[in-house]
Nanobody, 115 residues
Framework: QVQLVESGGGLVQAGGSLRLSCAAS????????MGWYRQAPGKERELVAS???????NYADSVKGRFTISRDIAKNTVYLQMNSLKPEDTAVYFC?????????WGQGTQVTVSS
């Protein structure tokens, strides 16, 4: 089981930026896909961005051009840089790791964007 620890959430005004971090307990190159998901109150959890161990990135349409997923292999950490934040980005953000057919979740970090 991969252990994931997220950090970096907080309160920010609309138009601001935040960077989320997700530290994994294993070499992230052994993880097939790492992703950031979010869940707003009363809504289903949705994929925000993902990166494969080969470096292929994928983004939800709602965040394209504003969010960037990246990684530091030496630190076994994946980041989500969020720019031009909007109130509708308010949610709990979760890190996910899929490896060998199983998935692991972090505890989540709250992001609140005020208008």
């Amino acid at each position: 089981q991969v252990q994931l620890v997220e950090s970096g959430g907080g309160l920010v005004q609309a138009g601001g930026s935040l960077r989320l971090s997700c530290a994994a307990s294993v070499n992230i190159l052994s993880i097939n896909v790492m992703g950031w998901y979010r869940q707003a109150p009363g809504k289903e959890r949705e994929l925000v961005a993902s990166i494969t161990n080969g470096g292929l990135k994928n983004y939800a349409d709602s965040v394209k051009g504003r969010f960037t997923i990246s990684r530091d292999i030496a630190k076994n950490t994946v980041y989500l840089q969020m720019n031009s934040l909007k109130p509708e980005d308010t949610a709990v953000y979760f890190c996910n790791a899929r490896r060998m057919g199983s998935g692991s979740w972090g505890q989540g970090t709250q992001v609140t964007v005020s208008s």
